[in-house]
């Protein structure tokens, strides 16, 4: 289920030399979080104020932008012993706003309470893997509707001006993302739940690692 958000390791490399930039010049992973937010605001508003066709390239520019920035915080936290309780608090809310500021965009080309659906499911791959984090376990990430997955669903609105089309998918696909989320969480925590009340001495199931552990992403 992780769709396009398993082809992060091979965007991360590319970045590579962007990370090493970066962290020579000492720019702060917060700053990139909010210019990662900036970035999707212009999205945005190239979405909502450009004729469709015309908004395809800035849209996808910008959305590149805002997902580059969003992979290079936490990476150049780490890799500038620079990640704090503060900075995942920061990331998980620029996240939120980015997502959210592209989806609001919608509402000068589609139905406000479609935009409004759309918006509110968007957010709901991200709390059922941040509640799943919190009760020990991975915390998940990728698709069918993620992130990533969002951001191309609005470049395919800027091309072809299929704004409620787009939207409906981005509801449904969001919903369908926390659901399995949320069914997979629930199954690797009752493995943890059965594992640690195992008799002394037996020999358990495998144990959910945890958050921390895996060191999850920014």
Do not use: H
């Amino acid at each position: 289920m992780n769709g396009l958000y398993a082809l992060k390791p091979w965007y991360a490399d590319r970045l590579s030399g962007v990370r090493g930039a970066l962290a020579r010049r000492r720019v702060s992973p917060d700053a990139l979080t909010a210019a990662g937010v900036a970035a999707a605001a212009a999205a945005g508003g190239a979405l909502a104020l450009l004729p469709s066709g015309w908004a395809a390239a800035p849209v996808a520019l910008l959305l590149a932008a805002r997902l580059a920035c969003a992979n290079l915080d936490g990476a150049l936290a780490r890799d500038t012993g620079r990640s704090t309780r503060r900075g995942a608090l920061l990331n998980e809310a620029g996240d939120r706003a980015a997502d959210l500021l592209v989806i609001a965009a919608f509402w000068a080309v589609a139905p406000g309470w479609l935009v409004a659906l759309a918006a509110c499911a968007a957010t709901l791959p991200s709390w059922v893997s941040l509640a799943g984090a919190a009760a020990g376990a991975p915390r998940l990430n990728g698709g069918p509707a993620g992130k990533t997955e969002r951001c191309l669903l609005a470049v395919v609105a800027a091309a072809t001006g299929w704004y409620a089309p787009v939207l409906a998918v981005i509801a449904v696909g969001s919903a369908a993302t926390a659901l399995l989320r949320g069914v997979r969480l629930w199954r690797e925590l009752g493995a943890a739940d059965r594992a640690a009340s195992a008799p002394y001495g037996a020999t358990p199931p495998s144990a959910v690692p945890s958050a921390a552990a895996t060191g999850g992403t920014r």
